[in-house]
Protein backbone atom coordinates (compact mmCIF):
# COMPACT_ATOMS: atom_id res chain seq x y z
CA UNK A 1 0.00 0.00 0.00
CA UNK A 2 1.14 3.63 0.07
CA UNK A 3 3.22 4.80 2.56
CA UNK A 4 5.30 7.68 3.57
CA UNK A 5 8.57 7.22 5.35
CA UNK A 6 11.54 9.30 6.73
CA UNK A 7 15.17 9.14 5.61
CA UNK A 8 16.40 10.34 8.70
CA UNK A 9 14.48 8.81 12.19
CA UNK A 10 17.10 11.84 14.49
CA UNK A 11 18.34 15.62 13.43
CA UNK A 12 20.56 16.77 16.22
CA UNK A 13 21.63 20.50 15.14
CA UNK A 14 23.02 23.83 16.93
CA UNK A 15 20.59 26.97 17.63
CA UNK A 16 20.87 29.24 14.79
CA UNK A 17 21.46 26.52 12.40
CA UNK A 18 19.80 25.67 9.65
CA UNK A 19 17.67 22.40 9.62
CA UNK A 20 16.72 19.75 6.94
CA UNK A 21 14.15 17.28 7.12
CA UNK A 22 13.67 14.64 4.39
CA UNK A 23 10.94 12.19 3.38
CA UNK A 24 10.33 9.91 0.75
CA UNK A 25 6.68 9.04 -0.53
CA UNK A 26 5.52 6.60 -2.77
CA UNK A 27 2.18 7.43 -4.37
CA UNK A 28 2.66 9.25 -7.39
CA UNK A 29 -1.19 10.07 -7.64
CA UNK A 30 -0.55 12.04 -3.91
CA UNK A 31 -1.48 15.63 -4.58
CA UNK A 32 -1.24 17.26 -1.87
CA UNK A 33 1.34 17.39 1.45
CA UNK A 34 1.64 18.09 5.11
CA UNK A 35 3.89 18.71 7.57
CA UNK A 36 3.49 18.54 11.74
CA UNK A 37 5.62 19.68 14.62
CA UNK A 38 4.75 16.70 17.59
CA UNK A 39 5.96 18.34 20.87
CA UNK A 40 5.77 15.81 23.98
CA UNK A 41 2.52 15.37 25.34
CA UNK A 42 0.87 17.49 22.19
CA UNK A 43 -1.16 16.88 19.42
CA UNK A 44 0.49 16.99 16.14
CA UNK A 45 0.66 20.54 15.08
CA UNK A 46 0.24 22.06 11.60
CA UNK A 47 3.64 23.80 9.73
CA UNK A 48 3.41 24.06 6.68
CA UNK A 49 1.21 22.40 3.21
CA UNK A 50 1.93 22.16 -0.50
CA UNK A 51 -0.10 21.24 -3.30
CA UNK A 52 1.36 18.88 -5.91
CA UNK A 53 1.21 21.69 -8.40
CA UNK A 54 3.73 23.67 -6.48
CA UNK A 55 7.71 22.75 -6.12
CA UNK A 56 8.60 25.32 -3.05
CA UNK A 57 6.30 27.22 -0.36
CA UNK A 58 7.72 29.58 2.08
CA UNK A 59 6.30 30.19 5.35
CA UNK A 60 7.69 31.95 8.41
CA UNK A 61 11.30 30.48 9.00
CA UNK A 62 10.23 26.96 7.15
CA UNK A 63 10.23 26.21 3.68
CA UNK A 64 8.85 23.02 2.16
CA UNK A 65 10.10 21.44 -1.44
CA UNK A 66 8.43 19.02 -3.48
CA UNK A 67 10.18 16.90 -5.79
CA UNK A 68 7.53 14.47 -7.75
CA UNK A 69 10.03 13.14 -10.06
CA UNK A 70 11.83 11.46 -7.19
CA UNK A 71 8.53 11.76 -4.77
CA UNK A 72 10.72 13.33 -1.94
CA UNK A 73 9.73 16.05 0.02
CA UNK A 74 11.67 18.38 2.49
CA UNK A 75 11.36 20.79 5.61
CA UNK A 76 13.98 23.74 5.68
CA UNK A 77 13.41 25.48 8.87
CA UNK A 78 15.35 28.37 8.62
CA UNK A 79 17.82 29.15 12.48
CA UNK A 80 16.50 26.71 14.29
CA UNK A 81 15.68 27.69 17.94
CA UNK A 82 15.54 24.87 21.00
CA UNK A 83 11.63 25.30 21.03
CA UNK A 84 12.05 23.67 17.44
CA UNK A 85 12.70 20.51 19.37
CA UNK A 86 10.13 18.42 18.92
CA UNK A 87 9.16 15.66 16.59
CA UNK A 88 8.53 16.02 12.59
CA UNK A 89 6.28 14.44 10.64
CA UNK A 90 5.47 14.23 7.11
CA UNK A 91 1.66 13.46 6.04
CA UNK A 92 0.08 12.35 2.46
CA UNK A 93 -3.19 13.61 1.85
CA UNK A 94 -5.12 11.25 -0.24
CA UNK A 95 -9.32 12.76 -0.13
CA UNK A 96 -8.67 13.26 3.28
CA UNK A 97 -7.22 10.18 5.07
CA UNK A 98 -3.78 11.17 5.84
CA UNK A 99 -0.35 8.85 5.63
CA UNK A 100 1.92 9.37 8.38
CA UNK A 101 5.55 9.19 7.49
CA UNK A 102 7.33 7.33 11.05
CA UNK A 103 8.60 10.96 12.29
CA UNK A 104 12.39 12.42 12.95
CA UNK A 105 13.30 13.74 15.81
CA UNK A 106 14.52 17.22 16.10
CA UNK A 107 17.26 18.58 18.74
CA UNK A 108 18.28 21.97 18.97
CA UNK A 109 21.45 22.16 21.06
CA UNK A 110 21.59 25.75 23.11
CA UNK B 1 -4.31 25.70 20.46
CA UNK B 2 -5.85 24.07 17.30
CA UNK B 3 -9.24 24.64 18.71
CA UNK B 4 -10.31 20.89 18.62
CA UNK B 5 -10.75 19.84 21.90
CA UNK B 6 -11.34 16.55 23.22
CA UNK B 7 -12.45 14.73 26.15
CA UNK B 8 -11.29 12.72 28.47
CA UNK B 9 -7.58 13.52 28.30
CA UNK B 10 -6.41 10.14 30.24
CA UNK B 11 -8.36 6.95 29.92
CA UNK B 12 -7.72 3.89 32.01
CA UNK B 13 -9.80 1.36 32.02
CA UNK B 14 -9.77 -2.77 32.01
CA UNK B 15 -9.44 -5.57 29.18
CA UNK B 16 -12.90 -6.21 28.12
CA UNK B 17 -14.33 -2.60 29.07
CA UNK B 18 -15.40 -0.52 26.25
CA UNK B 19 -14.83 3.62 26.34
CA UNK B 20 -16.07 6.30 24.34
CA UNK B 21 -13.71 9.32 23.23
CA UNK B 22 -15.68 12.82 22.21
CA UNK B 23 -14.40 15.06 20.05
CA UNK B 24 -15.30 19.20 19.30
CA UNK B 25 -13.97 20.11 15.93
CA UNK B 26 -13.17 23.87 15.36
CA UNK B 27 -15.87 26.66 15.04
CA UNK B 28 -16.59 25.98 11.29
CA UNK B 29 -15.29 22.67 10.53
CA UNK B 30 -17.26 19.77 8.77
CA UNK B 31 -14.83 17.33 8.73
CA UNK B 32 -13.83 15.42 11.43
CA UNK B 33 -10.84 12.52 11.71
CA UNK B 34 -9.70 10.25 13.89
CA UNK B 35 -6.22 8.91 14.07
CA UNK B 36 -4.52 6.46 16.68
CA UNK B 37 -1.07 6.52 17.51
CA UNK B 38 1.29 4.12 19.03
CA UNK B 39 4.78 3.13 19.29
CA UNK B 40 4.71 -0.03 17.14
CA UNK B 41 2.40 1.73 14.21
CA UNK B 42 2.93 5.39 14.20
CA UNK B 43 0.11 7.20 13.57
CA UNK B 44 -3.00 5.75 11.77
CA UNK B 45 -5.81 7.06 10.42
CA UNK B 46 -9.10 5.21 11.72
CA UNK B 47 -12.26 7.25 10.04
CA UNK B 48 -13.19 10.22 8.57
CA UNK B 49 -16.76 12.15 8.60
CA UNK B 50 -17.99 14.59 6.91
CA UNK B 51 -21.00 17.03 7.77
CA UNK B 52 -22.45 13.80 9.49
CA UNK B 53 -21.81 11.06 7.17
CA UNK B 54 -19.17 8.77 7.19
CA UNK B 55 -16.79 9.07 4.19
CA UNK B 56 -13.35 7.20 4.51
CA UNK B 57 -12.19 4.15 6.84
CA UNK B 58 -8.62 3.18 7.19
CA UNK B 59 -7.38 0.30 9.54
CA UNK B 60 -10.47 0.64 12.09
CA UNK B 61 -10.90 -2.41 14.07
CA UNK B 62 -14.48 -4.10 13.75
CA UNK B 63 -14.79 -3.20 17.69
CA UNK B 64 -14.45 -0.05 17.20
CA UNK B 65 -16.75 2.84 15.97
CA UNK B 66 -17.77 6.44 15.14
CA UNK B 67 -20.18 8.52 14.74
CA UNK B 68 -20.72 12.53 13.80
CA UNK B 69 -23.73 14.24 15.57
CA UNK B 70 -26.18 16.63 13.83
CA UNK B 71 -23.86 19.61 16.12
CA UNK B 72 -20.99 18.17 14.36
CA UNK B 73 -18.90 16.81 17.29
CA UNK B 74 -17.58 13.23 17.25
CA UNK B 75 -16.93 10.12 19.29
CA UNK B 76 -14.63 7.08 18.98
CA UNK B 77 -16.37 4.31 20.36
CA UNK B 78 -13.82 1.32 21.36
CA UNK B 79 -15.36 -2.03 23.27
CA UNK B 80 -13.78 -5.13 23.96
CA UNK B 81 -10.57 -3.87 25.08
CA UNK B 82 -7.26 -5.41 24.86
CA UNK B 83 -3.84 -4.21 26.07
CA UNK B 84 -3.33 -3.55 22.58
CA UNK B 85 -5.52 -0.71 22.48
CA UNK B 86 -3.43 1.39 24.69
CA UNK B 87 -2.72 4.51 22.67
CA UNK B 88 -3.27 8.01 22.07
CA UNK B 89 -5.72 8.73 20.26
CA UNK B 90 -6.59 11.84 18.24
CA UNK B 91 -9.10 14.07 16.37
CA UNK B 92 -8.41 16.05 14.00
CA UNK B 93 -11.37 18.87 11.81
CA UNK B 94 -11.27 20.62 8.78
CA UNK B 95 -13.34 22.28 6.91
CA UNK B 96 -13.92 20.09 4.34
CA UNK B 97 -12.15 17.10 3.18
CA UNK B 98 -8.80 18.03 1.12
CA UNK B 99 -8.04 20.72 3.62
CA UNK B 100 -5.63 21.48 6.52
CA UNK B 101 -6.62 19.01 9.48
CA UNK B 102 -5.98 20.76 12.34
CA UNK B 103 -5.27 18.04 15.67
CA UNK B 104 -6.65 18.17 19.27
CA UNK B 105 -4.24 17.21 22.43
CA UNK B 106 -5.33 13.83 21.86
CA UNK B 107 -6.88 10.59 24.64
CA UNK B 108 -4.34 8.61 26.29
CA UNK B 109 -6.20 5.58 26.58
CA UNK B 110 -4.60 2.36 29.01
CA UNK B 111 -6.59 -0.61 29.23
CA UNK B 112 -4.77 -2.62 32.00
Known amino acids: GESVGLHLPTLSVQEGDNSIINCAYS??????FIWYKQESGKGPQFIIDIRSNMDKRQGQRVTVLLNKTVKHLSLQIAATQPGDSAVYFCAESSWGKLTFGQGTILTVHP | DSGVTQTPKHLITATGQRVTLRCSPRSGDLSVYWYQQSLDQGLQFLIQYYNGEERAKGNILERFSAQQFPDLHSELNLSSLELGDSALYFC???????????FGPGTRLLVL
Open chain 2, 92 to 102: ASSVRPQETQY
Open chain 1, 27 to 32: NSASDY
